[in-house]
């Protein structure tokens, strides 16, 4: 057996607090330092664990033998934290948002790749097992063709005092916070997304930022998809996820998860609902696998660039009233699109 993959922690929030959780549960994996700019909090999460801690990310990379960093800071300081350690040759694990924008989410993944490290954006609902299994459902066939997608996150939270509603650090508000969860995960059930457009609702907490917006999105394929997001309402929904074909729905919900096929008057029950735990802890140790060469990630470096392209377009969108295309989602499509062209050519 591998010796484990030893992680770093770079942030003490409230993310952060939801990895130390996890790794308790990984066997390839092990958190071995803490480190943040208040000293007390990297000091009292990393007691649970029983590891370092350090006031500088800095400081914990020169005293510490690291494989692998998961960052839990800001959206804006993601790409100064991620070249540090990809200069360092230490593979990096950037929670969302991966970056506030396209030019400098290209220059993490360009020099992570010059490297020879991983580099990627952690999305924790690709992990959850019942997206998982929902996915598989979905590609055997048995709902039909799928018509349409449905994703809401809503939820009233007190947002005046927090920096996920400041732009300078968080890059915006509901809409790439939230909605950077919700694109990812309409991407992994989709393939590429080809136009966005977004309504922004009334600002009821008096932020500076959008606190309620609503999505929607074509993909490549045809796919039609709407995305509710807020944290100024709930829509007390038990299913953030319902999907619609042509021969059944299926539904991802927060307790349980299940199916039904049009012929039948009868739910399938598949699912248990969300495991945040479980989550998180595929998560990581999905990540080390891939670093021992055992896995591939689930989440690739052209999914963490999408994510951020497609935000960047929802917020022209959103900002014009007009629909706006994921430029690089299309050329992409019309690139597979034109090799699919010339192989059908090629047998005639």
Same mark, same amino acid.
């Given at each position: ?100 924008? $396209?030019? !400098?989410?290209?220059?993490? &993944? /360009? ?7 991983? #580099?990627?954006?952690? +999305? ?105 997001? $807020?944290? !100024?309402?709930?829509?007390? &929904? /038990? ?7 042509? #021969?059944?729905?299926? +539904? ?97």
């Amino acid at each position: 057996m591998e010796p484990k993959i030893n992680f770093g922690l770079v942030g003490a929030g409230s993310i952060a607090q939801a990895y130390v959780q996890a790794f308790g549960t990984c066997k390839n994996a092990q958190l071995v330092a803490v480190a943040d700019i208040r000293l007390d909090a990297a000091k009292t999460l990393a007691a649970k664990l029983g590891c370092q801690s350090y006031d500088s990310y800095q400081a914990m990379a020169e005293s510490e033998k690291l494989d692998a960093v998961i960052i839990c800071t800001p959206p804006i300081t993601h790409p100064e934290i991620s070249l540090y350690f990809i200069d360092r040759k230490i593979h990096v694990l950037c929670e969302k948002p991966f970056s506030i924008d $396209s030019k !400098s989410a290209k220059t993490m &993944l /360009d020099s992570a790749k010059k490297a020879g490290v991983k #580099l990627t954006m952690a +999305s924790k609902f690709r992990y959850v097992e019942d997206v998982i299994k929902a996915r598989n459902i979905v590609n055997s066939g048995i709902l039909g063709e799928i018509v349409l997608f449905e994703n809401a996150f809503t939820a009233r939270v007190d947002m005046t005092c927090r920096w996920n509603s400041n732009p300078k650090v968080s890059g915006g508000g509901v809409l790439i916070d939230n909605g950077t969860h919700s694109v990812d995960i309409m991407r992994y059930f989709l393939g590429p997304l080809a136009e966005v457009q977004v309504v922004e609702g009334k600002r009821i907490q008096g932020l500076i930022v959008e606190d309620t917006v609503r999505i929607f999105v074509t993909s490549t394929s045809g796919v039609t998809g709407n995305i509710d997001l $807020s944290w !100024s309402i709930n829509k007390d &929904l /038990d299913y953030y996820i319902r999907i619609y074909g042509s #021969l059944g729905t299926i +539904s991802i919900g927060w307790k349980e998860s299940k199916y039904r096929q049009s012929t039948s008057s009868d739910w399938i029950v598949f699912g248990k609902g969300y495991d945040k735990v479980q989550a998180f802890g595929s998560q990581i140790e999905n990540f080390a696998k891939a670093i021992q060469g055992e896995e591939s990630l689930l989440i690739t470096s052209q999914d963490a660039l999408a994510s951020v392209e497609v935000i960047e377009a929802a917020y022209a969108a959103m900002n014009q009233n007009h629909w706006m295309a994921v430029a690089q989602e299309t050329n992409a499509s019309q690139r597979l699109n034109g090799l699919k062209q010339l192989l059908e050519l090629s047998k005639v």
